[in-house]
């Protein structure tokens, strides 16, 4: 599409027809796709130098908010191929590189600049480039679920077309082209709780593979693809055997085949995680070795064989391969062909409860605490190294002494919601005599107090906690909390009169029951995660800010 006039390094404003050499057109389908298509666009505006969209009977805005971005728009009725629709976008497009993306994806601000670095440069030999797509929970803070690398990026020539009707590839089309890996990735929204396949898409789904599987020769190593994606939408209908016969297949294949192609990780990963599901964790334990000589770096497999020994009583070994595979999902996360933070956190939660059965309790603990260094918030687990300090007083020094401030955290708060005030204030008095003056822990004593309408005592324990980064910020709040219900205007006016208009100091003001006028950019959100946590401090806050 045209780019905007800039300012910089930018290139400035040229009509895209008048161009003679265009770098990079982003191609699309869609169908009744408002809900997320305007932002997919917009993370394009400064990587695209036009915008192709394909759009296959929309009822919806879809068409006008794509022609608002500035984007080619071509409407054809659906072909009841995914394929066909992706190729009839690719035949449109001018660029000397193509970049597909979906209405319900978007990129990271900060990588457009780069990949067009990237593709300026790329090497002569380089047919494609793989980018991770990333499936999220939430749109606000992008939870990742799993990541995953797929073929995105690769160079216009007519020969390279989709193909399978759906879940369709371009990587049989390269025929053997160098494929470069990047560190770039999408964002993707189509997990999300109100997006999910219906079982009658599932259906569909099926029954377009299983056409296309019959148009396939035996021996063709694509014919492994979709034997994989059958056994998918197999366990996705709860039907687990006849996924194994699908995997089975797709597995004899994949063994014969001297090459590593990317969806083997996956195969391999899917095949495993089904048999374990029907209890088959020798199957696992045998078949595991045979995809490591191949994948040695990937996380997922080494999970998968670490739970099948846990089942088999294996209780050592299980715990030494679980926690191999954090290991290698951290140092070599670049080489992972598929990334699930879940099954990581699987893996320290499934460590940590067979440490324990082997009467290693302070083993345990310590693996809890290396799980939770670092956000994001991992719950489950925190709440189990909670019950594991609250059952064994000898651990509460232990855990003192050694929990990272992200670990003591999250351990403190668990503590918190599950109003058991005496272990919290029994845990936090000993972490301040380990660590005195600890900011976490004076900020959810204080917190405990304020829940228990002692108002004084929380704020002399909240404003122990230096200001600055998340802690200091919160303590901030809850000061003002404590003020507004102390009534004390004088102090609550010195520190909010000359503070900034950002979300931080908005809802300060509006605990204090100052009117907000003009809140700034994703105030509601913002408000709306903190909302547990006020009402815990009896603020309680209206469904809008005030006006």
């Avoid at 009744?32 to 932002?39: G, P, S, T, V, W």
């Avoid at 004084?456 to 122990?464: C, G, I, M, N």
Wanted: hydrophobic share 45%.
């Amino acid at each position: 599409m045209p780019r905007k006039a800039t300012h910089g390094h930018r290139r400035p404003h040229v009509a895209a027809d008048a161009r003679k050499d265009l770098l990079v057109s982003v191609c699309m389908i869609a169908k009744d796709e408002e809900r997320f298509l305007a932002q997919a666009l917009k993370s394009v505006q400064d990587l695209a130098d036009e915008i192709v969209i394909v759009d296959t009977g929309s009822t919806d805005r879809t068409v006008e908010i794509a022609r608002s971005f500035g984007a080619r728009v071509y409407e054809i009725p659906w072909p009841n191929d995914f394929s066909a629709a992706r190729n009839h976008s690719l035949e449109k497009a001018r660029g000397r590189w193509i970049i597909v993306l979906d209405a319900d994806e978007e990129f990271p601000p900060d990588q457009p600049a780069a990949i067009r670095r990237m593709l300026e440069a790329a090497p002569r030999d380089i047919a494609a480039f793989q980018i991770a797509q990333a499936n999220v929970s939430s749109i606000s803070d992008h939870r990742l679920i799993d990541s995953g690398k797929t073929v995105r990026i690769f160079r216009n020539k007519p020969q390279h077309r989709y193909v399978s009707p759906i879940h369709e590839q371009i990587v049989p089309s390269l025929n053997g082209g160098k494929v470069g890996n990047t560190p770039f990735f999408v964002w993707h929204y189509g997990f999300l709780a109100d997006v999910v396949l219906s079982k009658q898409k599932i259906e569909r789904n099926r029954s377009m593979l299983l056409k296309y599987l019959d148009e396939l020769a035996p021996g063709e190593i694509f014919r492994n693809y979709i034997l994989m994606q059958l056994g998918r939408e197999s366990q996705r209908l709860s039907r687990p055997e006849e996924a194994v016969q699908y995997y089975s297949q797709a597995v004899q294949g994949m063994l014969a085949c001297p090459d590593n192609h990317p969806f083997f990780v996956a195969l391999g990963a899917y095949h495993m995680e089904n048999l374990e599901s029907l209890g088959r964790h020798q199957e696992v334990k045998e078949f595991a070795p045979k995809m490591l000589e191949r994948f040695p770096w990937s996380a997922d497999l080494w999970f998968l064989l670490g739970v099948a020994e846990l089942n088999l009583g294996e209780h050592a070994m299980g715990v030494t391969h679980l926690l191999w595979s954090t290991t290698v999902g951290d140092v070599r996360r670049a080489e992972q062909e598929f990334y699930s933070p879940s099954r990581s956190v699987a893996a320290w939660g499934n460590a940590a409860k067979a440490l324990l059965a082997l009467g290693a309790p302070e083993a345990a603990l310590a693996v809890c605490m290396t799980a939770l260094k670092e956000p994001p918030e991992e719950p489950q687990l925190a709440l189990f190294a909670l019950d594991l300090v609250a059952a064994r007083a000898d651990l509460r020094a232990f855990f003192a002494q050694r929990a990272s401030d992200s670990a003591l955290g999250q351990i403190l708060k668990s503590a918190f919601l599950r109003s058991d005030d005496a272990l919290l204030e029994g845990i936090t008095q000993e972490v301040l005599g380990a660590r005195p003056g600890d900011a976490t822990a004076n900020f959810w004593l204080g917190s405990m107090l304020l829940r228990k309408g002692d108002y004084q005592s929380a704020r002399a324990w909240l404003e122990r906690v230096p200001g600055g980064g998340e802690v200091g910020g919160f303590a901030g709040l809850g000061v003002i909390a404590a003020c507004a219900a102390l009534d004390d205007r004088e102090l609550l006016h010195t520190w909010l009169d000359s503070a900034p208009n950002d979300l931080y100091h908005t809802l300060q003001r509006e605990i204090a029951g100052i009117a907000v006028s003009n809140p700034p950019k994703g105030y509601a959100a913002y408000r709306d995660g903190l909302r547990a946590l006020l009402q815990q401090w009896h603020v309680d806050l209206p469904e809008a800010p005030v006006p």
